[in-house]
T-cell receptor, first 113, second 116 residues
């Protein structure tokens, strides 16, 4: 069964600094990979997704993620964070043999002035 | 357009009581999902509905949990004889295509359930 690990529970970055959130997955075939963001009191919003093709995926709000099969990783990046990026970030994996997504436990991002 | 809506946004109940949580999916979306988000645990799949087909209940944690979807639209998640470990945020999502999780799931804001 597929699974997702987000090694960092909390991350703090300064506004304007770069950001990388880590995600490792476990799945035999090419997975479907997603990053969602959850702001306080809000539902989850899709940032970006990867199914195939170009391993560097662009998403909304200036985020990007790179699929690295050799490392089983799908790390999320942003070159310059804004205070409004403070939120909980979830990596998720799906497969073509099911329909429910498997989510990581999330990484909480704090942005300091 | 309107997104996925859930009600109530917050629910506080006493141990042993039954609760009902409601989800209104995006109009026209045939697939509907319930997830549970416990503190520090990420999201846990509970149940999946696709059109008029029998739901996939494989994620329900116990027989105290049940869900129905009327008319292929609104869904209600019912928890009977609530326990303190049921305290969590219950999230509903819908998608426009069936049984294919490469399709984006649109999430509602959730219902925060607290069992005292």
């Amino acid at each position: 069964a597929q699974s997702v690990t987000q090694p960092d529970i909390h991350i703090t970055v300064s506004e304007g600094a770069s950001l990388e959130l880590r995600c490792n997955y476990s799945y035999g075939a090419t997975p479907y990979l997603f990053w969602y963001v959850q702001s306080p009191g809000q539902g989850l919003q899709l940032l970006l997704k990867y199914f195939s093709g170009d391993t560097l995926v662009q998403g909304i709000k200036g985020f990007e993620a790179e699929f690295k099969r050799s490392q089983s990783s799908f790390n999320l990046r942003k070159p310059s964070v804004h205070w409004s990026d403070a939120a909980e970030y979830f990596c998720a994996v799906g497969s073509n043999s099911g329909y429910a997504l498997n989510f990581g436990k999330g990484t909480s991002l704090l942005v300091t002035p | 357009g309107a997104g996925v809506s859930q009600s109530p946004s917050n629910k506080v109940t006493e141990k042993g009581k039954d609760v009902e949580l409601r989800c209104d999916p995006i109009s026209g979306h045939t697939a509907l999902y319930w997830y549970r988000q416990s503190l520090g645990q990420g999201l846990e799949f509970l149940i999946y509905f696709q059109g008029n087909s029998a739901p996939d209940k494989s994620g329900l944690p116990s027989d105290r949990f049940s869900a129905e979807r009327t008319g292929g639209s609104v869904s209600t998640l019912t928890i009977q004889r609530t326990q303190q470990e049921d305290s969590a945020v219950y999230l509903c999502a819908s998608s426009s295509q069936p049984a294919a999780n490469y399709n984006e799931q649109f999430f509602g804001p959730g219902t925060r359930l607290t069992v005292l």
